[in-house]
């Protein structure tokens, strides 16, 4: 061991070939898994078919990219990691840490957020940035939201699935996670639409990898309520960030392990200043148009 560590240079590239080989081998893994397939599947037909004509705003259609390549992944990720773990004993004959193949793990999550991105794309073209449909958000604000509800969601949830695949047993765990995420956004949502003007309402709405940020309105026009779509971004890759450091955790040992413990407390220091941000900026009370 003190021998690797003296002389990283001439190790470097072996590892890099390794770590490049399971990353390869996990995204094959990945892009035939029937339930991302499915996902996939889904978000393509939907994006294909295009919006009802009768949409009143974005938030009747962004939700399905956070479903499918978020949430579907996420359990996709899980189960994926679930059996990399139980064929661990087979592939530690390569001198690769448990760390360095949760890394690889991750790396696959950019499939599904390159799905995330052409999705985003589809969406734009299908609905303009400058449709009346995003509200009174501005142009900026408009492509943080759709950011925040399409591409992000479908990096954050695979990410969760490999976390939880590396710490939980239970095989029904990333399906019950993904129906207490779900709960929990609608619960928040429907006190939203009552409590528009609410500060700790904003907060429990945004204290989530999802959020709504518009809800059309029985008097007409699109209500955008409080809350900056742009901090939310922040506190969505703190997220992100913190599932992949909580995945490297497992198997970590030595100085390794306190960094990435040090790592952590400072990932959830700005997550929480970028929720508290995100929850106090943009629009202070909600807004019509």
């Not at 029985?218 to 913190?242: E, K, Y």
Request: hydrophobic share 60%; charged share 10%; glycine share 8%.
């Amino acid at each position: 061991m003190t021998a690797t560590l003296a002389f990283g240079p001439p190790a470097t590239a072996p590892g890099r070939a390794t770590f490049t080989a399971l990353a390869i081998r996990e995204t094959r893994r990945l892009v035939l898994n029937p339930v991302f397939l499915i996902a996939v599947a889904f978000i393509a037909f939907a994006l294909w078919a295009g919006p009802d004509t009768g949409q009143t705003e974005i938030d009747t259609a962004n939700p399905y990219p956070a479903i499918f390549l978020g949430g579907f992944g996420m359990m996709a990720m899980y189960w994926l990691t679930r059996s990399m773990r139980a064929s661990e004993p087979v592939v530690g004959v390569t001198p690769v840490t448990q760390p360095a193949r949760t890394a690889a793990l991750c790396a696959v999550a950019l499939v599904p957020f390159a799905c995330g991105c052409l999705a985003l794309l589809r969406f734009v073209q299908l609905i303009p940035v400058s449709s009346p449909l995003y509200g009174p958000f501005s142009p900026s604000a408009r492509v943080a939201v759709l950011v925040g509800q399409i591409v992000i969601p479908a990096l954050g949830g695979p990410l969760l699935g490999v976390a939880l695949g590396r710490w939980v047993r239970f095989p029904g765990a990333a399906f019950v996670l993904f129906l207490v995420l779900y709960g929990w956004v609608s619960l928040v949502t429907i006190l939203s639409m009552s409590h528009a003007n609410s500060a700790l309402v904003a907060v429990l709405r945004l204290f989530a990898p999802f959020a709504f940020f518009t809800l059309h309105s029985d008097a007409g026009g699109v209500t955008a309520w409080r809350g900056s779509p742009w901090f939310f971004i922040g506190w969505q890759l703190a997220l992100c960030a913190i599932a992949v450091l909580v995945a490297l955790l497992r198997g970590a040992e030595g100085r390794v392990r306190s960094r990435i413990i040090r790592a952590l407390g400072i990932a959830a220091v700005a997550a929480v200043i970028l929720l508290v941000l995100a929850a106090t900026g943009g629009f202070t009370h909600a807004v019509t148009a």
